[in-house]
C-alpha cells in the first residue's frame, strides 16, 4: 500500500505485499487458487452428472482409486478443455433465469438440465417453474415473467403471427423432442382398429396451436374423417384426458407422454398408434424465447443454447435413460411413477392390448428447429382454417425457427448439425417439399383452405 | 338439559363420522381383480403387477398416511415446484389476506358514502349490480392481460371478488342506523367526520363483519380456483399439482386443508363480529 492510502478504507490492505483477497502472500498465488476453484467447479458439476446418485459415485471411487477414477473419466469427457472453457468464458449478461416448462416428458432436456447441472455447467442459474398449461406459459412469455419456456413447437409461430393472442415476436432456439406422442383410445373401442370407425367419436387434444392437433387431424383426414365434422374434438389438459377417458367423456385422445402410458397403466385405454408412426422425427415441444432475449442477453443466450443442446445430446442416448428418469420423476418435476416413465423412455412397454411393445425411438430428443417443419406447420394452420390469405412462408419460418444460429452452436459444441435449414419430410407415406407449400395444401381432400 | 344435548350432539357428530369412514373403507375395498388372462409375466408386471396405483380411489387408510407423513414435515421446501404443505397455505393465505384488505379499504369507505348519501346510492347502484353477479374467475383472462403479472393478477381477483359483499353490506348497515341516534348527533351538533366514527361506525359495525365474514368466504374459495389456473404456489396449485400426477389420495388431502383453513378464517371472523355486537 502506499503511503497516501486511506487505512479506514476496509477496501485498502496495511500489509505490503499480499493478494486482492488479502488470504494468499501473492497475486500468483491468489491466481492459482481461483483456477483450482473454477477446476473444482467443472469436475463436481461432471461427477454429479456422470453419477446423480451420490452412493454410486462413493461407490464407484472406493472400487477403483481417486486416481484411476479420474483418468477413466478424463477419456470420456475433455476434463481440461471444460475447466479451460469454464475459465475464460464471456461474462454472463444475466445468470439468474426463469425457465417454465409443462410437466410432460417433452420437457425433458429443460428439465433434467436442473438437477443434472447443465445449467450450472454454464454457470446459469435457472428456476425452473413448473406451469399449469399452454395458454399460462403463452401469457407468462408474453408477460416476460418467463425468460424462456417450454412450449408447443407451432405456439411460436402462433403468437408471432398473433393467432390466439397479440401478435408478439417469439422465436424457437431449439427443438425439445421428437416422436413422443400417441394415439390413445379407450379400451372399449379395442374392436376399432380401424380408424375408418371413428366416425361419431370425441377426441381429446391439448392446445389448438400444438403438433398434437395438427397429427391428429391429419390422421384422422388420411383415413377419410373429417376432423371438423365427423368427430369432436376437445381441448383439455393431459392429466383431464386419463380421467375423461376413464369417465367415457372422451373415446380417445392423442396427448403427450407419460399420459398415454398413464392411461395403460390405470388399464382404461390402450395405444393405437404412436406418433412416430405417423410422422418418424416430427418435432413436439420447443424451447422459446422472446425475441429481444437472443439479442438482449447475447452471452446468456448462448450459455443457455449450449445447455439445452448438451441435456437434449445426452438425453438422446439410451443408455442415459435411466439417469434421466430418476432426475426428473419427482415431484419437483413431472411428479409420475417411475414404472410408467420408464415405459415411455426405454420404449419397452404394455400397449393396453395385452402386448409388450419395443420401440426404442418411441420419444427422442433432436434440438435442430428445421425450417421445413416450421413451414409445414404453416400449412397445416392455413389447411384447418387457422391462417387465412397470403403468406410468405419461408419468411416467417426463418424469422421464428433460429435455424441457422443452432447450426453454428451445435458446430462450436461438435454435436452433429444438418448442413441445411430445409428438409423434405414424409408423413403417412406423403412426402413434404418446403419449396411447394401451396402445391402441397392443395394436395388434400379434406382441407379448409 | 342444555348440557346433555351439547354431549348429544357430539356423540352423532362422532357417529356420522364413523359411517361415513365404514362407508368410504367399504367402498374402496380392493375389488378381486378378475383372474387376468395375461399369462405374460412380463406384460403383467409393466402393467404394475399388483403395484399399489395411486390414482383410484384412496382407502381411508391410506389418506390417514398421507396426513400424518405431510403435515409431520409441513414446511419443507425441494424447490419452486415442492414445498410443504405449510408453505404452500401461507402462499394462499398472504394472497387472500392482500386482495381482501386491497378490497376492504376500497369498499368500507365506499359502503359508507353509498349508505349515507341517497343520491350515491341511486348512481352507483346500477354498476353493483352489474358488476357484482360477475364470476370472480372471468376477470382473470383481463387482468392477466392487462396487469402482465400472475401473482398480482390472482390478488386482484381475490380483490374483485371480496369487493361486492363488503360493499353492500357496510351500505345496507350504514343505512340501517337508526334515525333516532342520528337525530341526537344533530341536535349536539356534532361534525359530520365525528358523526360518522363515534355513531354511523359502531352502529353498523356487526352489518360490516358481516359482509367481511361474507367476503372471505368466497376469497377462500377463489384463491383455490385461481391458483389452479395460474400455478406457481399456494394450496391451489398444490391441488393442481397432484390432480396432474393423477394422486387423488393428496388431492383429498389438499381438500381436507383447506376446509380446516377456511373454517378457521370463518371462525376468526366469528369471534370478530361478537366482539362489536351490541344490544338496543
Redesign the interface.
Known sequence: MSAFDDPFDPKTKLASQGCSCGRHSNQAEHQLDEDARIGRVVETTVMRALFPHDETRRNFIRAVGASTAFAAISTLFPMSAAKALAADRAPLEKPDLKIGFV?ITCATPIIMAGPMGFYSREGLNV???????WA?VR??V????YDASHMLSPMPLAISLGLGSQAQPVDVAAIENINGQAITMHIKHKDKLDPKQWKGLKFGIPFDYSIHNFLLRYFLAENGIDPDKDVELRIM???DM??NLRAGNIDGFLGPEPFNQ?A????VGYIHTLSRDIWDGHPCCAFGVSEGFAKTYPNTFAALFRAIASATEYAHKPENRSDIIKAIA????L???I?VLE?VMTG???DGL???RNVPDRVDFDPFPWQSMAVWMLTQLKRWGYLKGEINYKQIAEEVFLATDARKRLKEMGLPAPASNYSKHTIMGKEFDPAKPEQYLKSFKISRA | MAKSLTFRAYLLSVLIFGMVLLGWYLATLPQKTVATTQADAEYAALMGGGAVKKSGMPTPAEVGHTLREKLSDPFYDHGPNDKGIGIQLGYSLARVLAGFSLAALVAIPLGFLVGMSPIMHRALDPYIQLLKPISPLAWMPLALYTIKDSSASAIFVIFICSLWPMLINTAYGVAAVKRDWLNVAKTLEVSPLRKAFLVVLPAAAPTILTGMRISMGIAWLVIVAAEMLVGGTGIGYFVWNEWNNLSLTNVIFAVLMIGVVGMMLDMAFGWLSRLVAYND
Open positions: 410437466p428456476s425452473l417453474l413448473k406451469t399449469a398449461g399460462i401469457d407468462k408474453m408477460n416476460k415473467e389438459a393431459p392429466p386419463v380421467a398413464r395403460v397403466y390405470e388399464e419427482p415431484a419437483n418435476y411428479n409420475q411413477p414404472p415405459q419397452h412397454f404394455a395385452g402386448k409388450v
